[in-house]
């Protein structure tokens, strides 16, 4: 199932069924995303999308493509390389991305799949990881280069979690409809040029490493986000470097699992 979470036209926030032939409304879920849910004959229309679920955490993963590392120059982590990004940081499918009025200069995109937590988690073996995984949704890792790495001393969260900063949607893909997580080809397309193209399948931890490295050092709880890391094709590693501009559009393309489009705007 691929579930929404969405205002209408009257301002109610909900969870909905969302059908691609169908993208201006969705049929309303009842109950709980983490729990039992029952899908109703009553559609509503899609007035605003909001991100998926709000995350009591949202842990990103650096570092995490072969090629991707190759291109920042940095050594292969030994371990999975993690980051926190602030929650408030999320925005949804269609909202702008603030370019902000604080200074950064250097703000570049980041496309990754997103994996959403399920259950509670805690030192859970690799074997285990799928019971506790309710799905997936395109996020970008929208990063402040300048204030991430030179002028606030390798600041990551800093840099990470400026307001909506973490794009995620559109929507929230049921681990069902997903065969395999780590053969999946992810893209960034900014302004209709492509600018990464890789596949999850290049990523040096794959998702039963990351949960279950995870799990070990904190409790996943439901709903949490993780970010898998990004391939290859960022804007500071470019020549010349490309860094997002007021009226730029960029998308963020998984098969299976969706596109999420943001406009930029300064704040
Ligand atoms: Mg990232």
């Known amino acids: 199932m691929k579930i929404i979470r969405f205002l209408s036209q009257s301002g109610e926030e909900l969870y909905g069924a969302f059908d691609p032939e169908m993208p201006d409304e969705a049929r309303i ?12 004959e009553r559609a509503e229309r899609i007035e605003t999308f909001l991100p998926p679920v709000f995350p009591p955490n949202i842990i ?28 408030s940081s999320v925005c949804g499918h269609g909202a702008p991305i603030l370019l902000p009025s604080a200074g950064p200069s250097e703000v570049d995109y980041e496309a990754e799949l997103a994996v959403i ?19 997936y949704t395109c996020a970008n890792d929208v ?6 790495i030179h002028k606030q001393k390798k600041q990551w969260a800093r840099g990470k979690s400026f307001d909506t900063f973490c794009p995620m949607g559109p929507y929230l893909v049921t681990k069902d409809e997903v065969a395999n997580a780590n053969r999946l080809r992810v893209r960034s397309i900014l302004n209709g ?29 439901p709903g ?12 500071f590693t470019r020549n010349p470097p490309v860094f997002l501009q007021d009226g730029d559009i960029i998308t963020v393309s998984i098969d299976n699992i969706g596109e999420l489009t943001n406009p930029v705007k300064r704040e």
């Open 224 to 235: 949490t986000v993780i970010l898998t890391g990004t391939p290859e094709g960022v804007g």
């Open 143 to 148: 990063s402040a280069r300048d204030w991430q």
């Open 29 to 40: 879920i009842e109950g709980d995303i983490f729990g039992d849910i029952a899908v109703t």
């Open 193 to 221: 040029e492509v600018m990464q193209d890789s596949d999850t399948s290049d990523m040096f931890f794959d998702i039963p490493a990351i949960i279950s490295n995870l799990s070990c050092s904190m409790t996943l709880l």
């Open 60 to 87: 990103a993963l650096g570092l995490n493509y072969g090629k991707h590392a190759e291109e920042t120059g940095v050594k292969y982590p030994e371990i999975p390389v993690m980051f926190l990004k602030a929650t």
């Open 117 to 135: 937590i399920g259950k509670e988690a805690k030192n859970v073996s690799r074997e285990d990881v799928g019971k506790y995984v309710l799905g």
